[in-house]
């Protein structure tokens, strides 16, 4: 099995980095993240922080096998707040 296989549901989390951008699975680091919140994330390679919102939630990944991570989330900076 690959490494991607071998994760458990609910690690995977889709990400924007600007608003209306593309979406951006990223290793959500077993954060209990949900929409609207604000994180950062570190893209491969890049070496590089950028500051994105959660668009889709790990649980909400109906099969997160499927996604392959473009980079991680790095730490929460704000959860999403109703007001």
Do not use: C
């Amino acid at each position: 099995m690959t490494p991607a296989m071998q994760r458990q549901p609910g690690h995977i989390a889709g990400v924007r980095t600007e608003r209306n951008g593309s979406v951006l699975f990223v290793d959500a680091q077993s954060l209990d993240l949900s929409p609207g919140d604000r994180v950062t994330v570190e893209m491969q390679g890049s070496g590089s922080e950028w500051e994105a919102v959660v668009a889709v939630a790990p649980h909400h990944l109906l099969n997160p096998g499927d996604a392959r991570p473009a980079g991680k989330v790095l730490r929460l900076i704000s959860p999403y707040t109703a007001r």
